[in-house]
């Protein structure tokens, strides 16, 4: 992953998206020791407390826990928060964008939940 230092987004919250994906594609388990904020900070050639920043914000969401003196690790249930993060906010976040968009082009309900059906089976029309 390469690190948008110009986007929208901190880059400390680039890299517990980072960090996220990476779980939900299962690189990290359950009990599993994450990245430092040091090895962070080497792999995309940050600050390290921006690293340390990142990391503690998916402590304040339950999805790693401390072990003093020796790093971060995966809680117990990480994915599930994740996802129920994601859906709850960014996937929302997005449906509110496409339902905006769509009255703005008068697209009405039916005609939009039809666009999202033939997509969910491949037409890419």
């Known amino acids: 992953m390469i690190l948008n230092a110009d986007g929208s987004k901190p880059i400390y ?12 594609n299962g690189n990290f388990v359950k009990d599993q020791k994450v990245h430092s ?36 690790f995966v809680n ?3 994915k599930e928060i994740i996802l129920r993060k994601r859906k709850d906010h960014t996937l929302k976040k997005l449906v509110m964008e ?11 309900e ?3 939940v039809n666009m999202i059906r033939s997509l969910g089976k491949g037409d890419q029309r």
């Open 13 to 24: 919250v680039q890299i517990a998206e980072w960090l996220e994906a990476e779980i939900l």
């Open 37 to 72: 904020q040091y090895q962070l900070a080497e792999i995309f050639n940050i600050n390290p407390a921006t690293a340390a920043k990142g990391l503690n914000i998916l402590v304040d969401e339950n999805v790693l826990y401390k072990k003093r003196g020796l790093g971060m």
């Open 76 to 78: 117990q249930g990480a």
């Open 98 to 108: 496409l339902v905006e968009e769509a009255a703005r082009l008068h697209v009405d």
């Open 110 to 112: 039916e005609e939009l």
